[in-house]
């Protein structure tokens, strides 16, 4: 893959946020981040995973009810739900 021109991403935001533009050791990709101390891009394998064993909930779900948790989460932010449409993949 050719290596893309570093100036292409040096947006205000970026420097105005305290970002810094890294390059993994591992896999060579570059990544941005905030954290001084993040030396890997933070991808599979790179690091490892950080959720397991480490749930983003309090409380365990199965997947009807984590299906109705994220329709919930958009309904409530200004998000209109819709009924289920069967649908064909195009690939």
């Not at 896999?27 to 905030?34: D, L, R």
């Not at 064993?53 to 409530?76: C, H």
């Amino acid at each position: 893959m050719p290596e893309i021109n570093p100036e292409e991403f040096a947006i205000p935001f970026f420097t105005e946020q305290n970002f810094t533009r890294r390059k993994c050791p591992n896999c060579g990709s570059y990544f941005w981040s905030q954290n001084p101390n993040q030396t890997t891009c933070g991808e599979a394998p790179c690091a490892p995973y950080t959720f397991i064993g480490s749930p983003p909930t309090k409380r365990r779900y199965t997947v009807p009810e984590m299906r109705i948790q994220f329709m919930d989460y958009f309904a409530e932010n200004g998000h209109t739900r819709i009924p289920p449409y069967p649908i064909v993949a195009r690939w």
